[in-house]
């Protein structure tokens, strides 16, 4: 099959929906997962959607990601609650969590939800809707204790994981969808880059050295080396700050982290909803955002140069585009699920014309 | 007088009070102020410690600080509270903001304030404590709405402020205290050095030309340039969200912010503080925060580099030898102090021996 082909989104979507499904996940879970991980693909974020489909569902059939059962309630005390998420399909968890954030958002003004031992939860950025659109502000923080790869400044070893911050925002028009992590690069773009023999884009690892490098196999060399935190050598004790931040509003407040020496791979999650309407009214803050928006897209910008754009202005054009035209897939994606299909009997899709 | 004398802590915090509560401010208030602004010196943050309480003197004379009178509520519910803060000194409004949030914690399990039109808020590392002496954890942002001097990615304009993100949490030792912000460097610090004619440590700028730069004369050059958002030229799209998510926790919820085109300096501020009992525990928080810092501090380091230090580290030891030993000045701060102690007929500290 050609793997630059272009696909319906919404085959996409029910052809994912079924493959988790036959790996024994509930039909309604699976369709959430699915709808996500596409979104991601939409988005252009094509390490972070259909391409994690072949590892979920090898996990699902190892037992190491779980099928069904719900995540066991910690504790619940008025606008916080914590779940152990029991290994259960993170991204399904995550969408979860959401909804009950917004719920004690709705109630109390604002509502946090801290995940432990939940599975990976793939995009961040997909999730921050399921609150904006509900005029609501979220801040999604993620995790994994049983991953490194990241330094400290200063170090050369890594001790951490990119710890992602993802925070989205309503305005008059498309809502701000800001995600990024708190290391220059990620795990999952290092890996990949490693994989095809390529540099990184700019000096983002540390050798044993202590010298910057853009070489990703620096991760594997022996001694390996280690990600840079963000501000790189120079002022990398900012993306270490960053990363302590997550680490502690994920893996601390959720109470379960790297002091347990987790084997499983897994994620520990912190969810914050607020509704504008509790502080200053959501009136005001529309205008604010939309005012500071406009202001930074009317930026001057270096001779030659395009306009700023807002984050997540890519992303949804990019969405708007693979909406209507389809979404084109990274090579190997369809292939690595051609066999998990034919085990269970589905139809590949059909690449659009 | 010698600038680089050392002073009594005490002293200097007496001194200060002394002098404020002069110039109209409630003596209790006068004595908050004082007390964290040489906390910053003690902590070695000597941009934002005494030397502005000059600034703060005349601006309490002028009337631009408001000297009397309680912050107005905007908002209050449940853990939510929004303030209006009226111009008052904003490092007694956070103070006093982050007792109203430790308090909304206790009985909500978390509690969040935001403030609008505070006046500047001085060091954000300084208030940290404040929460973490009572095992909670802090997030606490700041932006100044009549402020400019960062840049969003790719462009070459001024549209927002550097936004400090300030994060502290309890460990079984010191704790944590994270002061970082989402701009490279700072306009105090940009400041000082265009003052002395150094260029900053780094291409911290970008000039008209789009041309990163280490000159901090660009900043008031014709056409100006701007700071950069953490990142730089290369992956600044990461300090711009930051900058972004914390204008919109901050003047986004305060509901008051540059759509209201504010004439005065100023700050809004987001405080959340969070009670770990209200999530996975106390104890394994804790546990937790401690076995990464330990983690960290052990990490390995390039042959002749010292050992990994945790955001705080270098606060808290210059605090202990300045409260052993005395704190030193950055100089021209007392020389600022002396006509306002010369006009209220107020004693200059004396130095140490």
Redesign the interface.
């Known amino acids: 099959m050609n793997d630059a082909a272009r696909f319906q989104p919404s085959e996409l979507i029910e052809f994912a929906t079924a493959l988790f499904s036959a790996a024994g996940m509930p039909g309604e879970r699976s369709a959430v997962v699915a709808e996500l991980l596409v979104e991601a693909d939409l988005m252009g974020h094509d390490t972070h959607g259909l391409n994690l489909a072949a590892n979920y569902l090898g996990q699902l059939d190892k037992g190491t990601m779980k099928k069904t059962g719900d995540p066991v309630v910690?504790?619940d005390?008025?606008?916080?609650l914590?779940l152990n998420g029991e290994y259960l399909n993170g991204v399904w968890l995550t969408a979860y969590a959401i909804e009950e954030a917004v719920t004690r958002a709705r109630e109390?003004?604002?509502g946090?939800v801290?995940v432990?031992q939940s599975h990976h939860i793939a995009c961040l950025a997909t999730f921050l809707p399921l609150a904006t659109r509900h005029g609501m502000?979220i801040?999604l923080l993620s995790s994994d204790p049983a991953e490194t790869g990241v330094?400290?400044?200063?170090?050369?070893?890594g001790?951490?994981t990119p710890n992602p911050?993802a925070?989205g925002?309503p305005t008059d028009g498309d809502p701000?969808l800001?995600?990024?992590?708190a290391s220059?690069t990620t795990l999952g773009m290092s890996g990949r880059l490693r994989g095809a023999g390529e540099p990184m884009?700019?000096k983002w690892a540390v050798g044993?050295?202590?010298?910057a490098t853009d070489d990703p196999g620096v991760l594997v060399a022996d001694?390996p080396g280690a990600l840079l935190p963000?501000?790189g050598l120079?002022?990398g004790?900012?993306?270490?700050?960053?990363a302590?931040?997550v680490?502690?509003?994920t893996?601390?407040?959720?109470?379960?982290?790297?002091?347990?020496g987790p084997e499983r791979h897994g994620a520990s999650v912190f969810i914050q909803v607020?509704d504008?309407d509790?502080?200053?009214?959501r009136d005001?803050?529309v205008?604010?955002?939309?005012?500071?928006a406009e202001?930074?897209r009317a930026?001057?910008?270096?001779?030659g140069?395009?306009?700023?754009?807002?984050?997540g202005d890519g992303a949804l054009a990019r969405r708007a585009k693979a909406m209507r035209d389809g979404v084109s897939l990274y090579p190997g994606i369809m292939p690595a699920l051609e066999p998990f299909a034919e085990g269970f009997g589905i139809a590949m899709p059909s690449p659009l014309a």
């Open positions: 910690v504790n005390r008025g606008p916080c914590t109390f003004g604002l946090v801290a432990q502000v801040q330094t400290p400044h200063g170090g050369v070893e001790c951490f911050i925070v925002y701000v800001i995600d990024i992590s220059i884009t700019g044993p050295d202590g010298k001694p963000l501000g120079e002022t004790h900012k993306g270490f700050g960053l302590l931040m680490e502690a509003m893996s601390g407040l959720a109470g379960h982290g790297r002091a347990d607020l504008p509790a502080f200053g009214g005001r803050f205008r604010e955002a939309s005012f500071l202001r930074c930026a001057r910008v270096a001779p140069n395009p306009a700023v754009r807002l984050p």
